[in-house]
């Protein structure tokens, strides 16, 4: 059973949703690009009734999935696949399932699992992931002036620019990415870049610690019918072996460090420790920000909560990083994230007065 068998049937699966008609490689522009940011002075920079009609439009009607934007998800998981598996490998794991990391509008934060008998497992990445943690990333980076002065955002432009990031995520079904930012150049690019492969890996290492471990054999089927496109079904196997997985994909996130000199350790450790815990910290504001707008979230009940996961990881990795100041970058990013939710939910607030 091969790995090309597992994309047919995510493909499958894709069409049998309706996300896309097919995933035949797109012509060059048949689809219409975005509005974005064209410069950082830009962002936010329109009359505050337009943005928030902006916000608004996405929860009235949310976008269609775009076909190009899938592909260029795939492509991103295509490329990160095989890396997680030579980790595990390193990490002394070696995958002996099929598996395929496929891009797929769960409507939740974290990957599934989704065996399919005599085949392998399919791992689906919410197509609304990578959306989110790049545009919070280059946020973040442009707001904070810890990656270059004078910042890119000022405190009112990354308030907005970051409810927008959310609003899409909550309310976009996977399809809709918040109004493009601008590029970024020099060390925040490469930061956002590091940051953003390093997130995704570990979602990814993650399901595959549930195959790893055997977790699958035992797990029973969960059937959500509130998934952005209709009821899913995913395999759930208890908070203790999620937080097995997650120790799992920690270890084998470390040992991509292990071949580096004690300057790059110093430099790219606290990189990957913030980057892993990135996906936790913006989990437990998806899904408080869900439930103060009484939000569904899909297969919130077969995760421990985010805080849990976050204590959890941050003591499993405390034990083992080898850079003294490790964990600080990842406490910068909750602090940040943390210090933002009131802008965002005034943004979120002043959005549901235009809709009246």
Not at 3 to 16: A, P
Not at 84 to 109: C, D, E, I, M, Q
Not at 146 to 169: C, D, F, K, R, V
Not at 173 to 192: I, W
Request: negative net charge; proline residues 7%.
């Amino acid at each position: 059973m091969t790995v090309e068998e597992l994309r047919t049937r995510h493909v499958e699966l894709l069409r049998d949703r309706r996300v896309v008609d097919h995933l035949d490689p797109v012509r060059k522009g048949a689809e219409h690009a975005a509005h974005r940011y064209h410069t950082w002075t830009q962002v936010a920079g329109e009359p505050v009734r337009t943005r928030l009609e902006r916000l608004a439009d996405v929860r009235d009607r949310p976008a269609a999935y775009r076909r190009a934007h899938l592909h260029t998800l795939q492509r991103t998981l295509d490329a990160l696949q095989p890396e997680v598996l030579h980790l595990a490998r390193a990490a002394g794991w070696t995958v002996t399932t099929p598996v395929l990391a496929g891009v797929f509008p769960t409507g939740t934060l974290d990957g599934l699992c989704v065996p399919v008998p005599g085949r392998g497992v399919l791992v689906l990445v919410n197509s609304g992931l990578p959306d989110l943690v790049g545009a919070v990333l280059k946020i973040m980076t442009g707001a904070l002036p810890n990656y270059g002065t004078p910042p890119l955002l000022s405190s009112e432009q990354a308030s907005y620019a970051l409810a927008e990031a959310i609003n899409a995520y909550l309310y976009g079904n996977g399809a809709v990415e918040a109004q493009p930012l601008p590029e970024l150049s020099g060390q925040r690019l490469a930061l956002v870049g590091l940051m953003l492969r390093r997130a995704t890996q570990f979602v990814v290492a993650h399901e595959i610690g549930h195959v790893l471990a055997g977790h699958l054999v035992n797990a029973r089927r969960w059937t959500d019918p509130n998934t952005p496109v209709g009821a899913l079904d995913a395999q759930s196997v208890g908070w203790p072996r999620e937080h097995e997985a997650d120790r799992i994909a920690a270890m084998i996130m470390l040992h991509t460090l292990d071949d580096l000199a004690p300057r790059e350790l110093d430099v790219h450790e606290p990189c990957l420790v913030a980057a892993v815990l990135l996906v936790l910290f913006l989990h437990e504001v998806v899904d408080r920000l869900a439930d103060e707008r009484g939000l569904v979230v899909p297969f919130a009940g077969t995760h421990p909560p985010p805080v849990r996961r976050i204590q959890s990881v941050v003591e499993h990795l405390a034990e083992r990083v080898r850079t003294p100041r490790a964990l600080d970058l990842a406490a910068d990013v909750a602090t940040w994230l943390e210090d933002q939710l009131a802008g965002v939910r005034e943004w979120f607030r002043l959005a549901d007065e235009v809709r009246i």
